[in-house]
């Protein structure tokens, strides 16, 4: 029998500090459970579709069998960040009330470079593979996220994937469009396996597990401004729409593989 995935709820505790420039500003953050985390906030840049985009791309990753840290769903309290002196960190934790999305933190990790630590051919065809599959265009040479952690690669920051939910009526044809950001992936050069992986990922990823996923998005990030869609219809076109991609398979991989 099928395990669903599931993901535990902490309670943001103490906003610590931002971790970099950006729309989103995610930030280090402590929990209830005493583990510091990644914290994505819906208040933050394009609001709830980059946390949904991270949560489906990190969780297919790890069904996968790819490392990725632990995600989580962050509530933050009505209550939280008043007494925060920057006004625009403020502002984003009030945007950002409820539910949430955060990654553990892994102390002591440093950013991938392929040249410091190149990795074997199965684990890049099995990266890229991924990326195409949910058009992660987010995994350059300029910006790897990746990081290496007690000698293992991981995979972090997915937010960027699933481009098609910014252009919702179209994702259809998006579905089974050429994903042309693959020729910048960091890992393309060393994916020599991509036929093997296709035919062993597209095993893995039955509907029944990609459905569990996206079961996983919380219906308040669904209530969309300006849409009429329920909850409930919302999630069935990203259910359809990885099924239509993973259909696709053959097609975006050997795009990959032309694209060496």
Same mark, same amino acid.
């Given at each position: 029998?099928?395990?669903?995935?599931?993901?535990?709820?902490?309670?943001?505790?103490?906003?610590?500090?931002?971790?970099?420039? /950006? *729309?989103?500003?995610?930030?280090?953050?402590?929990?209830?459970?005493?583990?510091?985390?990644?914290?994505?906030?819906?208040?933050?840049?394009? /609001?709830?579709?980059?946390?949904?985009?991270?949560?489906?791309?990190?969780?297919?990753?790890?069904?996968?069998?790819?490392?990725?840290?632990?995600?989580?769903?962050?509530?933050?309290?009505?209550?939280? *960040?008043?007494?925060?002196?920057?006004?625009? &960190?403020?502002?984003? %934790?009030?945007?950002?009330?409820?539910?949430?999305?955060? %990654?553990?933190?892994?102390?002591?990790?440093?950013n991938y470079d392929p040249v410091v630590n190149p990795i074997n051919a199965e684990l890049a065809s099995k990266i890229v593979w991924l990326?195409?599959? &949910?058009?992660?265009?987010?995994?350059?040479?300029?910006?790897?996220?990746?990081?290496?952690?007690?000698?293992? %690669?991981?995979?972090?920051?997915? /937010?960027?994937?699933?481009?098609?939910?910014?252009?919702?009526?179209?994702?259809?044809?998006?579905?089974?469009?050429?994903?042309?950001?693959?020729?910048?992936?960091?890992?393309?050069?060393?994916?020599?396996?991509?036929?093997?992986?296709?035919?062993?990922?597209?095993?893995?990823?039955?509907?029944?597990?990609?459905?569990?996923?996206?079961?996983?998005?919380?219906?308040?990030?669904?209530?969309?401004?300006?849409?009429?869609?329920?909850?409930e219809q919302i999630k069935d076109v990203y259910f359809q729409f990885l099924v239509k991609r993973l259909n696709y398979a053959d097609t975006f991989t050997k795009e990959a593989i032309d694209?060496?």
């Amino acid at each position: 029998m099928l395990t669903a995935p599931s993901l535990r709820t902490v309670n943001v505790t103490r906003y610590m500090q931002p971790l970099r420039e /950006g *729309g989103s500003l995610p930030a280090l953050a402590e929990a209830d459970d005493n583990f510091k985390y990644v914290l994505k906030f819906k208040g933050g840049g394009h /609001g709830v579709k980059t946390l949904i985009a991270e949560l489906i791309g990190g969780e297919i990753a790890r069904t996968l069998g790819l490392k990725v840290p632990e995600l989580v769903f962050a509530h933050l309290d009505e209550a939280f *960040g008043r007494t925060e002196g920057d006004e625009e &960190i403020q502002d984003l %934790l009030k945007a950002s009330r409820g539910m949430n999305l955060a %990654l553990h933190f892994l102390s002591g990790a440093i950013n991938y470079d392929p040249v410091v630590n190149p990795i074997n051919a199965e684990l890049a065809s099995k990266i890229v593979w991924l990326d195409a599959f &949910i058009t992660n265009m987010d995994r350059t040479f300029r910006n790897t996220n990746m990081l290496m952690w007690n000698k293992e %690669l991981w995979l972090i920051d997915h /937010g960027s994937c699933l481009y098609f939910q910014y252009t919702w009526t179209n994702w259809e044809t998006k579905a089974t469009s050429a994903f042309v950001y693959i020729k910048d992936h960091v890992l393309l050069p060393n994916a020599t396996l991509l036929n093997e992986i296709n035919t062993e990922f597209k095993k893995v990823l039955t509907a029944d597990k990609l459905k569990n996923i996206v079961e996983l998005i919380p219906n308040e990030w669904l209530q969309w401004e300006g849409s009429d869609e329920t909850p409930e219809q919302i999630k069935d076109v990203y259910f359809q729409f990885l099924v239509k991609r993973l259909n696709y398979a053959d097609t975006f991989t050997k795009e990959a593989i032309d694209a060496r």
